[in-house]
């Protein structure tokens, strides 16, 4: 079943509460007129208002409220939880971009967001993989459920370190696992996603490079704790398993997670802001941010549509898609390394 007439009404709602917001926030008269100022980690040249975070949150919770109260979208399950989890993470991104707050807080806030999600009964009873269906028991399952949710909330904080970059992999992202829910037939689903993936473009019109406003802490964690507790709902009710969706966003889970692991073979604080991303690196090779980005958009879908075929494919196409991915990620990797060297 298609969205009707009134989910397309909340999803521009969604678009055009966040993109009036965004433009609104551009006014150094707004109070949310808050500047990310360049340093020597940083990849923009000029101070920049980083207050998109929460024209995107506050467009997805009056869209979701809305759709609520209208009964397109029901409060008695997970979405009451997930809007009070956005809410804490979204308030404390806010404080964070206002006067740094200590990686511990930020760390204690986020498992208090994942463990909402456990009183959402998102946990996993099964880690379906290819083929295999590994029962998880109920403390293992919590532990491997608070890390995902944590990792993904992370490393999308990472990644957001480029214009068009984040908001991009957000509306991407979030209308593939739309797609998925539409042919799930799960219409709570379809419409929450959507909700978020408009909001994530309404941004993008001021965050496309060059950008005129940033995503912000009060954004970033919230869409990457977004993408892990979508994945967790999708997995729950079937529609789809969770490396369906870590293929989604393979582009930034790989990136992120070979460069943690980098810097931690190196020694170096994994919490500190950096420019060694392979995104980052290929900007200081001489790439402008737009080619960059509509690389990785290009690669984005590729990810997105090759998760999408994949789903209904025999065992063998499933782990052959994923182990092709991965080869990619690493051969992109190597050629960036190698180009670097000869720089």
Known sequence: MLPSVSDW??????????????????????????????????????????????????????????????????????????????????????????????????LLVQLLAALALLAADLLPRNLQLPGMDIFLPGGAAAVLML????????????????????????????????????????????????IVAAASAGFLLFNFPPARLFMGDAGAPVLGFLAAAFSLWADREGLFPLWVAVLIFSPFVADASYTLLRRLLAGRKVWQAHREHVYQRLV????????????????????????????????????????SWAAAYATVILLVGLRERRN
């Not at 000029?46 to 979208?73: C, K, N």
């Not at 068009?164 to 739309?178: K, N």
Request: glycine share 10%.
């Open 9 to 106: 009404v909340l999803v521009l709602l969604a678009f055009a509460v966040s993109g009036g917001l965004c433009w609104r926030f551009l006014s150094p008269a707004s109070r949310f007129h808050v500047l990310d100022h360049p340093g020597e980690r940083s990849l923009h040249q000029q101070a920049t208002p980083r207050s998109g975070g929460v024209a995107i949150v506050t467009a997805i919770l009056l869209a979701w409220t809305v759709a609520a109260a209208i009964g397109e979208l029901s409060w008695s399950g997970e979405l009451a939880w997930l809007f009070a989890a956005v809410v804490l993470l979204a308030v404390t991104g806010g404080v964070d971009d206002r006067q740094d707050l200590s990686p511990l807080i930020r």
């Open 147 to 194: 890390l995902y949710v944590l990792w993904m909330t992370n490393l999308y904080n990472f990644m957001d370190g480029m214009d068009g970059f984040a908001g991009g992999m957000a509306v991407i992202g979030f209308a593939v696992m739309a797609w998925l829910g539409w042919r799930g037939g799960d219409e709570d689903f379809l419409l929450a996603s959507l």
């Open 284 to 323: 200081q090779m001489g790439w402008s941010h737009r080619r960059t980005v509509l690389w990785s958009y290009a690669l984005m879908l590729a990810a997105g549509g090759a998760a999408v075929m994949a789903l209904n494919q025999n065992t063998f196409v499933q782990w052959a898609t994923m182990a």
